[in-house]
């Protein structure tokens, strides 16, 4: 466990890069066609700084909406670095398009086609509970299956491996260690906070809360599937908080286990160049958040 007074930092793979969400400042380094790296930082909104962000339950909403808007404005830093447009700025209205779409999409792949494969089951043995495990043991194969034949496209790997080096540097920086190629490459590249694993914890736990879901009424059904999201992730949510602080004890890591299985899914091992792009992403939203606490100080 690292100390509690060492500041958390997380982030996500891009395009040919790594974006690391800090205190105060996001950053994301890419590294462009010529070789060069190239680091975009700004100050996070206020919102996701809140006092809320820090309230239990209400904290994994925000977080959820913060992960889709900092993570679209990232990807789209960075294949504006692969297309050498360094200075586009992203329209606003086709971020919000995209972020509709992709809602849109994870919701009907894994939320509403499981409950359209479970349906044939409804009342067999007598009661609706069949039919609700096998929807969520669809939903699991078909996320599983998704990571499992998006990671054999070649960007994708790279994309993973990129994955694997921010990991590895959070490891780093939580227990304190100068960032340098050395000391990273003796981490791991799963991690108990990482996305992917967030998102198992919330499949893990709709199996669970869909149960207790009647199936009498098709229209609360597919309600119960679009709207109860949040919630679900927000439980999830501080489930993963308790399994970081707590991924010494026994018992939390083996509950966590599957998730960092998975992981094996969605990192790769990365090479020092990539190594060296997270570096440098995590060293700029340092520096940024050092900045940022002295001008209020001062």
Known sequence: MSSNQTPTYGGQAVLEGV?????????????????????????????????????????GV???I????????????????????ENTT??????????????SLAIGLFFILPLLISTPFEGILG???????IEGIARLIIFIGYIYVIGLMPDIKRV??????EHMTVHAQENNLELNLSNIKKYPTAHPRCGTAFLLTIMLIAVIIFILIPRESMIIVVSSRIFLVPFIASLSYEFIRLSSIYQTNFL??????????????????????QIEVAIVAMTSAIEADEISSASSVA
């Not at 889709?68 to 789209?76: D, E, P, T």
């Not at 993973?160 to 080096?165: E, T």
């Open 90 to 103: 992203p329209n606003k209205a086709s971020i919000a398009l995209m972020i509709t779409i992709s809602l």
């Open 127 to 133: 009661s609706n509970i069949l039919s609700n495990i």
């Open 252 to 273: 939390m890591r083996a509950i966590a286990s599957p998730s960092l299985w998975l992981q094996s899914l969605t990192t790769r091992q990365p090479d020092d160049d």
């Open 62 to 64: 925000i977080a959820l």
């Open 19 to 59: 974006m690391i969400r800090g205190q105060q400042n996001v950053s994301v380094s890419v590294r462009s066609p010529s070789g060069e790296i190239k680091t975009q930082v700004k100050p996070i909104a206020n919102i996701f700084r809140s006092k809320y962000r820090k309230t239990p339950l209400i904290r």
């Open 66 to 85: 913060e992960t889709l808007i900092i993570g679209m404005n990232a990807l789209n830093y960075s294949s504006s670095v692969a297309m050498e447009e």
């Open 160 to 165: 993973f491996m990129y994955h694997g080096a």
